[in-house]
């Protein structure tokens, strides 16, 4: 919201006043944008559920998370890489063109779709981490965050057991800050989920925002951006 009322004061400076007061306030505005541009990235690569299924993308707790940045005055610019249906090993397909931005932090928001068509953990858990490998790889100081998910029960205990150390285990193998749960909250309570039963709505995802913030917000604060290699 910051950024959104910088803009509208930059134009309307530029509606009024001197022509050297409309330049200036041109000079100003292509300035912000290239500051904007150049501002270093929280990215969350992810599923529907960062993508923000079946709400204005800007309802979806990215964009929310962004609020929270630009309130804490923190130089920070998010980039939202969900896409639904996305597995993990569709992550590590899309990482590589992801890393063409400056990303400080990468919040990482996969696996759900893997537990929804039982798929292995294993594989999951090695896919995950070649996506954090090849970020680090790109950027020397880029701080993880990893999303915890649940599976469905269908699969049996054995399945979702081994599915949730799959977070914890790589959180703790890839120095990774975890978030426990991202649906901590909102999983499973009819109320803040669309008519589906999975993606949150409006107020599930103001509910998911404030559980990444808690994890997220010391990251930014005590980290500075990471630098490419």
């Given amino acids: 919201m910051a950024r959104k ?3 509208l004061a930059l134009a309307a400076a530029a509606c009024g006043g001197s022509p050297d007061g409309g330049a200036e306030a041109r000079a100003g505005s292509e300035r912000a944008a290239r500051e904007w541009a150049d501002a270093p990235v929280v990215l969350f690569l ?8 079946g709400l204005d993308v800007e309802l979806a707790y990215p964009a929310l998370i962004q ?3 630009d ?10 890489a969900g896409v639904s249906g996305e597995t993990s090993a569709g992550g590590l397909r899309r990482i590589d063109w992801l890393l063409r931005e400056p990303v400080a932090v990468l919040v990482l928001e996969l696996g759900a779709n893997d537990g929804l068509r039982g798929l292995d953990p294993g594989e999951m858990q090695r896919n995950l981490a070649e996506i954090i490998a090849r ?10 965050v990893v999303a915890g998910m ?9 399945y979702t057991a081994a599915f949730r150390r ?14 426990p749960f991202l649906l ?5 309570i009819p109320a803040l989920n669309q008519a589906d039963g999975i993606h949150p709505t409006v107020e599930g995802q103001e509910i998911v925002a404030a559980n990444v913030w808690e994890v997220l917000e010391p990251v930014l604060v005590g980290r500075p951006a990471g630098s490419r290699r």
Avoid: C, H, K, M
């Fill in 5 to 7: 009322i910088l803009w």
């Fill in 46 to 53: 992810g599923t529907s559920i960062t993508a923000g299924y």
């Fill in 67 to 69: 609020n929270e940045i």
């Fill in 71 to 80: 309130a804490a005055e923190l130089d920070y610019r998010v980039v939202n």
């Fill in 135 to 144: 970020t680090r790889a790109a950027y020397a100081d880029v701080r993880v």
């Fill in 150 to 158: 649940e599976a469905p029960p269908n699969f049996g205990r054995s």
């Fill in 166 to 179: 799959v977070f914890q285990d790589l959180a703790r193998e890839a120095d990774a800050v975890l978030i």
């Fill in 184 to 188: 901590d909250g909102v999983g499973g």
